[in-house]
């Protein structure tokens, strides 16, 4: 893990403010959305990507009928029709 140096408080509603450099440095943009893991005693911050509905991956997603559904599951969808 690598420290950035940056400390922040956490306000009286349990928020904390990210940086705009840390935010542009991770490519995050208003409205994305984060996971948050724990580990022992750290709080661990994940951009969110959400992957295909049946295999998970994140690779050629797209949106059908209110699924993430990458391309290959998609092909093989189309195959059993």
Not at 7 to 29: A, C, F, M, Q, W
Not at 55 to 77: H, I, M, P, Q, Y
Request: with cysteine; hydrophobic share 35%.
């Amino acid at each position: 893990m690598k420290s950035t140096g940056i400390t922040r408080k956490v306000d009286e509603l349990g928020r904390i403010v990210l940086p705009v450099e840390l935010r542009k440095s991770l490519n995050l943009e208003i409205r994305d959305t984060l996971e948050i893991f724990t580990e022992e005693d750290k709080i661990i911050l994940k951009k969110y990507n959400p992957g295909c509905t049946f295999c998970t991956s994140t690779v050629g997603v797209v949106e059908f009928a209110g699924k993430r559904v990458c391309k290959d599951c998609l092909d093989r969808l189309k195959e059993l029709a």
